[in-house]
């Protein structure tokens, strides 16, 4: 099965641009999708098919994808921000789910 | 307006069978999607359990295969998780969820696009 790789922790300050990265193995690669957890909520999510943002979500999110590594960029980030963020992904049958670790975002 | 909302105990002896259920609605599950359940160990990321389709089609998550079944009762509406021989580290927050789809040139594409509210299942020894 294919697993997704994300750093533990991103720190940025307010206003600053935020990546996020997330690395996978599956083949044939599959689309990305980022989720977005607050504390004591269950995920939400932010962006789908690699670079897709779904109605609602602020224009500060986007993504982007290079080879096997796909990039939530969260451009002037706020303290509203903080939170963890989850990758997720297909294997390469495309029925098997997979979630990366988790990256806890820092804006101070 | 779809609602998942899950069922159960909060506390399961070790070595013992979790059950939980997960009533949906506001949508027949009789009508399509994937439902499944994913869970969340305290301080770690979501952990994908298992999705099945209303016509009985499931998949599992392969390190958990041999301990976890899901079902659907179309005439209740609602979806079901069994997990045997639970331990410690089964301890998580158990949510049900949707899998939304999309669909172009190389398939359909699956993803979790809708979530119950989660509940905590505590396994003690």
């Known amino acids: 099965s294919s697993e997704l790789t994300q750093p533990p922790s991103v720190s940025v300050s307010p206003g600053q641009t935020a990546r996020i990265t997330c690395s996978g193995d599956?083949?044939?690669?599959?689309?990305t999708y980022w989720y977005q957890q607050k504390s004591g909520q269950a995920p939400v999510l932010i962006i789908y098919?690699?670079?897709k943002r779904p109605s609602g979500i602020p224009g500060r999110f986007s993504g982007s994808t290079s080879g096997t590594v796909a990039t939530l960029i969260i451009s002037g980030a706020q303290e509203d921000d903080e939170a963890q963020y989850y990758c997720?992904?297909?294997?390469?049958?495309?029925?098997?789910?997979?979630f990366g670790g988790g990256t806890r975002l820092t804006v101070l | 307006q779809v609602q998942l909302q899950v069922s159960g105990p909060e506390l399961v002896r070790s070595l013992e069978t979790l059950s939980l259920t997960c009533v949906v609605s506001?949508?027949?599950?009789?009508?399509?999607?994937?439902w499944g359940w994913i869970r969340q160990s305290p301080g770690r990321g979501p952990e994908w359990l298992g999705t099945?389709?209303?016509?009985?089609?499931?998949f599992y998550n392969p390190s958990l295969k041999s301990r976890v079944t899901i079902s659907a009762d179309t005439s209740k509406n609602q979806l079901s998780l069994k997990m045997t021989f639970m331990t410690a580290a089964d301890t998580a927050i158990y949510y049900c969820?949707?899998?939304?789809?999309?669909?172009?040139?190389?398939?359909?594409?699956?993803?979790?696009?809708?979530w119950g509210q989660g509940t905590l299942v505590t396994v003690s020894s």
């Open positions: 506001g949508y027949p599950i009789s009508s399509g999607y994937y």
């Open positions: 099945i389709y209303h016509r009985g089609t499931t």
């Open positions: 969820a949707r899998d939304g789809y999309t669909y172009d040139s190389s398939g359909y594409h699956y993803f979790i696009d809708l």
């Open positions: 098919e690699d670079i």
């Open positions: 997720y992904s297909t294997d390469g049958t495309g029925y098997h789910r997979v």
């Open positions: 599956a083949s044939p690669k599959k689309y």
